[in-house]
């Protein structure tokens, strides 16, 4: 396959020429470097050259506590910090065999659709703004700020939540919040339709968009695509659905799909998701159950403030807890997790330690990334852009 | 509470698709297999993995057509260190499987994947990059996420947190 590495460059064939491409440039979405070799205005060659984020955060984990891995996992992909929290949590929880109660499960199921909402609000406004349409930007942040304070309002943190915890949620839910969640469940589908309005039939969006960075359905296969660039390629595949985690088998939801496998098919995919993920949070926060928020594990668990106020069992727990954290049963787990931009996944191995002998995070965009080059090559330099932010990268998540 | 003791007897886990037909095929290769936490680990030779991947990739009734991940486990000090993990995923059976193989210590190589699953171009860079594991027929086997002239391979366990001062 002649796209996964450089060609050397014949002596005397030098009609093309070598442009450098960030890190440093608005449409990479972080610090992506692409090395273009570019006839004209068309691409001959495209290299992604990764890496300028990389802070080594799989071996801090191997230094940190089970818990305090929690923390770690927001930073990886900042636009979806509680898909982080939830794949990580799951995957821990799967090692020590943990049963999350029902109202903890249907809380992530809600937070995480939320988180979908936002980070998905996040490729749109960008998206167009690197394509050209500067309104659509002001729209999305506008309901963005709406999700950002519900998730404020439950976790006291913006971005950085860190609101699940390895054996149910940080803290009860605040009054008046599901009022809130209610409030805008029922305003946002009429919002998706104002962004709906200035793309989707739009005749210069659909002329940067349609045919554009074309993928079929077996080269996202073969390349590891997931998530909505597949789906956009007509693989009907999402791990919500056919591999449910954490209770996602109660809700009743859609995956969209789109047969074209270009930039529009991939924005249709994710602009149906905001109108299905929001009709996951109505179905959450109507059913949600009652009960509790944690599991009944005391050794893995923190207490409630209370408790450990009145009861020496729980100070003692407390204490162990934070000080020399909890040992973790011998094994190895690999969980999925359906984030915004596709398969994420963390494969935790123990040693049945206190300390994680090992946390790999399989990244979505690593993987898509790779399509870059294939939907490229051969097509103006102008499109380049466009099929960036198709695949909707976050560099946090691919360097790690 | 607490996770249910593992499998660990071949004649049990026949059952599982991936089992069965890499144990067809050539049941010299299979070292072992486990089924642990719902989940089913293989364990193969090191010059079988390619034409494995190749066997479970094509086989028509449960096609493990997508490579979701490849990662590595450094096991400083014993010996063999590094143990290679595939995870397969099935997208038409929605089934998942983890290969695994073994490799010493000394200057660890293996057959690289990226002819089967063109995805696993970048996660053998990385592999190689962060552990130093050489995977033999890999299109472009460079550094990926260090700069190109770092020394070292920072996710073994040698490494220390903090890096060399």
């Known amino acids: 396959m002649a796209h996964l590495a450089p060609t050397p460059v014949e002596p005397g064939q030098d009609r093309t020429m070598i442009l450098n491409m960030g890190p440093h440039h608005p449409s990479t979405h972080g610090v992506l470097r692409l090395i273009l070799e570019i006839d004209g205005e068309n691409i001959v060659r495209i290299m992604p050259d990764i890496g300028y984020l990389h802070t080594g955060i799989e071996k801090t984990c191997e230094a940190k506590f089970y818990q305090q891995v929690v923390p770690l996992t927001d930073r990886i992909d900042y636009l979806c910090p509680l898909t982080n929290n939830l794949c990580y949590v799951l995957a821990v929880e799967k090692l020590l065999g943990l049963e999350i109660p029902p109202k903890a499960q249907w809380m992530r199921v809600m937070l995480n659709e939320l988180t979908r909402i936002n980070s998905h609000l996040v490729w749109l406004g960008t998206h167009a703004l690197d394509i050209g349409a500067m309104t659509v930007f002001l729209y999305c942040f506008r309901e963005r700020e709406d999700i950002l304070r519900l998730f404020e309002m439950v976790s006291g943190q913006r971005m950085m939540t860190s609101y699940f915890r390895i054996g149910g949620l940080a803290l009860e839910p605040p009054l008046g919040f599901f009022e809130k969640v209610r409030d805008f469940a029922r305003r946002f589908p009429s919002k998706v339709?104002?962004?709906?309005?200035?793309?989707t039939g739009n005749p210069i969006w659909g002329m940067r968009t349609k045919g554009v960075a074309r993928i079929t359905a077996e080269d996202a296969v073969a390349l590891g695509a997931s998530g909505p660039t597949l789906r956009g390629s007509g693989v009907d595949f999402d791990l919500r659905r056919d591999m449910p985690y954490s209770g996602y088998e109660n809700f009743k939801f859609k995956v969209p799909v789109s047969q074209d496998g270009d930039v529009f098919a991939r924005y249709i995919c994710r602009v149906q998701e905001l109108r299905e993920s929001i009709a996951i949070v109505q179905q959450a926060v109507e059913g949600m159950p009652e009960g509790a928020i944690k599991a009944d594990a005391p050794k893995v668990v923190l207490p409630d403030r209370e408790k450990m106020k009145t009861q020496m069992e729980a100070l003692i727990y407390h204490f162990k807890i934070i000080t020399e954290g909890f040992?973790?049963?011998e094994g190895e787990v690999y969980q999925a997790v359906e984030s915004p931009r596709g398969e994420m996944g963390y494969y935790v191995v123990s040693d049945g330690t206190a300390k994680p002998y090992r946390v790999h995070m399989r990244a979505a965009c690593l993987a898509n990334l790779q399509l870059l080059p294939?939907?490229?090559?051969?097509?103006?330099?102008a499109d380049v852009v466009a099929a960036i932010g198709s695949i909707d990268i976050v560099l946090g998540e691919i360097d790690r | 509470m607490g996770p249910q003791p593992a499998v660990t007897d071949l004649d049990q886990l026949k059952g599982h698709p991936a089992i069965a037909k890499l144990l067809a095929w050539n049941s010299a290769v299979v070292e072992g297999a486990k089924f642990d936490r719902e989940e089913v680990t293989v364990s193969l030779e090191r010059s079988a993995i390619r034409d494995a991947c190749v066997l479970l990739r094509d086989?028509?009734?449960?096609?493990?057509?997508?490579?979701?991940?490849?990662?590595?486990v450094d096991w400083f000090p014993a010996e063999p260190r590094f143990e290679v993990v595939y995870h397969l995923l099935s997208i038409p059976k929605k089934e998942r499987v983890r290969l695994k193989v073994r490799l010493d210590g000394g200057s660890p190589s293996l057959d690289s994947v990226t002819p089967v699953w063109p995805a696993a171009n970048y996660f053998e860079r990385e592999v190689f990059d962060l552990f130093g594991v050489r995977f033999a027929g890999h299109p472009y086997l460079r550094r990926l996420l260090m700069p190109e002239d770092w020394e070292g391979h920072p996710l073994r366990k040698d490494y220390p947190v903090e890096g060399f001062r």
């Open chain 1, 193 to 199: 339709d104002e962004y709906e309005n200035l793309l």
């Open chain 1, 327 to 329: 040992a973790v049963p």
């Open chain 1, 374 to 381: 294939l939907m490229c090559e051969g097509r103006l330099l």
């Open chain 2, 59 to 72: 086989d028509p009734d449960c096609p493990f057509n997508y490579l979701a991940d490849l990662t590595c």
